[in-house]
């Protein structure tokens, strides 16, 4: 048997993805139903040369993975909904300090406590707007375990090539789940790490283009002598209360994933052509969206798939695109509304926005989607136990 | 090399108030730096949110300075990625004690190799007064307008009762004392504090009628008593004195000496996917 195929759940591909993408460094805190990662990177990092920690609290652990990314190593952390909570200063942290970290954020039912071992999705808007101030951040939602993989990888990418936290975000469904991979060779991966200058003469850490540019990051302990503060900084990364440095320091931030959308975004789509009722969806519940679609096809229904595996930056012009076909387009999604409201902000109103929602802690039923395809979903939302 | 040479001259003079305690305090972190002869590119210092924390502004090291009580546990991302760094945390009383306080304790009982100054000046200087967990009882902040109702942390017994292997306390006053702890918690291999009382003229002693930054160092000297004095005085001489000088020093195993050691022992090349697109060698510890 190949060696690259095995049987795995979505968590351990998630960690596997951090590894072949180079991940030295792993701090986090136990949570449902995360803690597989935690597990396995205490297990796995020691024997190839990297470090484990389990820190006291989420805050400790996102705050050690930015140290350690700060000395030049690939640091990442997992947790679930309230440790996430506990994160958010930090992630804005990470946003304006330009250090690149990976947080997968396996989502269970909240508020709160929620419903730990079950599974959820209520955490997108969050993980856009969870911290305070305009900042950049990009959120992927791998929608198998494969993708698990994939997209744990394409985060680290994503993190070192814009300096920008990279959340993964996945749900109990999709973490705990097993299938069958096939990981890629692991000669022809190809690891991507941050651009870092040549010497420390002249180092300017925030010196960059203000259309959105990246700026070198050096690593600590190698002579640059830099200096990281939270406060708004200048290009040589000191305080600064000068209001244009500030604006042109928001800006560039934010640009530098507004002008690489082509580079970050990523969906998948089934029957899309021809489609008049789109059911858009993303993580464990496009699994239930896509059996519906394909159920209602056969049935002569034109129905479509649209899955976004990019969350934020929000896949705008895929979803403005489905309105010179769509007559309806139905976001499924187990929250009350989340990413529904983005694809109504960037429609027209030309096709009908439906938004179909699910929190009882129950994976969809593709029964349920298919039932809303044909209209004969009463509610927008599906109750519990009916 | 000079003593300014340690600081990032053009970013001075400070932001602190005339008087201030902390300029003492880092002033005393850089000669002890300097008496140790540590290589500039390989001591990083962490600072978190308050007067303290800007400090890190003024050296010219590689410096971070972080968000609110959370200098600590990125400086144990810093220490554990980079065993070979020199890592300090240069703190105040209110980010280390209150908001801070469990990746303190924490920092304490793994022993990780970061010196801790804890420049304590007993209010929260930066917000302009509050109280802090090293408030003194009955003492008047701006959020205790009756005197302070709790209790303060004595935070060297905390951090030797958690697990620190050096612990000193010294002030602002005390300026050789400070930098002979310094200097002994830096060469200390893991977690070491020196708590460093540092006179608030502006809020503390303003609020409290204790007077100007003179009155305010005496202020200091008259509640403190250095350790190996107090073992010759009479009980009731020490009762109710901050005692001063080097407090603990017990070696212990350093958590990030003992992480590489396990790394070293199980530390090979793989054949399965996992760890086999790296190379072990480009670890640079």
Known sequence: MDKNVKLMQGNEACTIGALAAGLDFYAGYPITPSTEIAEMCSEELPKIGGRFIQMEDEIGSIAAIIGASLTGKKAMTATSGPGFSLMQELIGYSSLCEIPIVIVNVMRVGPSTGMPTSTAQGDVMQARWGTHGDHPVIALAPGNVRECFDLTFKAFALAEKYRVPVIVLTDEVIGHMREKVELPDPHSIKQTRRKAPTSPAGYKPYAADPDGGVPLMAPFGEGYRWHVTGLFHDEAGFPTSKPQVADTLIRRINRKVEKNLDDIIDYASESLEDSEIVVLSFGSSAMSALSAVRRARKEGIKAGFLRLKTLWPFPEEVVKSLESHAKRIIVAEMNLGQVVLEVERVTTGKAKVERLGKVNSELFHPEEIYRAIKGEVQNRDIRGNN | ?285
């Open chain 2, 1 to 285: 090399m000079a003593t300014l040479d340690y600081f990032r001259q053009e970013k001075l003079p400070h932001i602190w108030c005339p008087g201030c305690g902390h300029g003492a305090i880092t002033g005393a972190l850089v000669r002890a730096i300097e008496k140790l002869g540590l290589d500039k590119n390989k001591v990083v210092i962490v600072s978190g949110i308050g007067c303290s924390s800007r400090a890190v502004g003024y050296l010219d090291f590689d410096t971070l300075h972080t968000a609110h009580g959370r200098a600590i546990a990125y400086a144990t991302g810093i220490k554990l990625a980079r065993p070979d760094l020199k890592v300090i945390v240069m703190t105040g009383d209110g980010d280390c004690t209150a908001i801070g306080g469990n990746h303190f304790i924490h920092a304490a009982r793994r022993n990780i190799g970061i010196t801790t100054i804890v420049m304590n000046n007993e209010i929260y200087g930066m917000t302009s007064g509050q109280y802090s967990p090293m408030t003194p009882t009955g003492m008047l902040g701006t959020t205790a307008p009756y005197g302070n109702v709790e209790r303060p942390f004595d935070l060297c017994k905390l951090a030797i009762a958690s697990g620190a292997t050096y612990v000193g306390r010294a002030s602002a006053y005390h300026v050789p004392l400070t930098i002979d702890l310094i200097e002994k918690a830096l060469q200390n291999d893991g977690f070491s504090v020196v708590e460093a009382i540092s006179g608030c003229p502006t809020y503390l002693g303003r609020k409290n009628k204790i007077g100007g930054p003179v009155e305010m160092l005496d202020w200091i000297k008259d509640q403190t008593v250095n350790v190996k004095a107090a073992a010759a005085l009479p009980p009731e001489k020490v009762a109710g004195k901050i005692l001063i000088g080097e407090l603990y020093n017990e070696a212990a195993p350093e958590y990030a000496a003992s992480y590489k050691e396990l790394v070293g022992k199980l530390q090979r090349r793989y054949d399965s996917y996992i760890g086999e697109v790296r190379e072990c060698a480009s670890n640079s510890d």
